[in-house]
C-alpha cells in the first residue's frame, strides 16, 4: 500500500514525461542565475543606449545644419534677386 498513486515519483512528486514536475523548474532557476550573471545582456543594453544617444545628437545636429542652410540659401536668393532687379 506504500506505493505512489496518481502517478507519483519516488519522492512524492508528480511525474511528467519520466521527469518530476520540480526538475524543469530548477532547470528554469538555473537558467535565470545564468542570464543575471552573464554579462553580456547588460553590455548588449549599454550599447544600444550608447547608440540611441548618438542618434539623438546626429539628428539634432542635421536638424540644425539644415535649418541653418536653408536660411543661408534664402539669403543667397534674396540678395541674387534683388541685385538681378536692380541691374535690369
Same mark, same amino acid.
Given at each position: 500500500?506504500?506505493?505512489?498513486s ?23 532557476? %538555473? $537558467? ?15 550599447? #544600444?543606449?550608447?547608440? +540611441? ?10 536638424? %540644425? $545644419? ?6 543661408t ?8 534677386? #534683388?541685385?538681378?532687379s +536692380?541691374?535690369?
Amino acid at each position: 500500500m506504500n506505493e505512489p498513486s496518481h502517478g507519483e515519483g519516488p519522492s512524492g512528486g508528480d511525474l511528467l514525461d519520466g521527469t518530476l514536475k520540480g526538475e524543469p523548474m530548477k532547470k528554469i532557476l %538555473t $537558467l535565470v542565475s545564468r542570464f543575471l550573471q552573464d554579462e553580456d545582456g547588460p553590455t548588449a543594453v549599454e550599447y #544600444a543606449v550608447m547608440l +540611441a544617444l548618438i542618434i539623438v545628437v546626429c539628428i539634432a545636429a542635421v536638424t %540644425t $545644419l539644415g535649418q541653418n542652410a536653408s536660411g543661408t540659401f534664402n539669403n543667397v536668393s534674396l540678395n541674387a534677386a #534683388a541685385g538681378g532687379s +536692380a541691374s535690369s
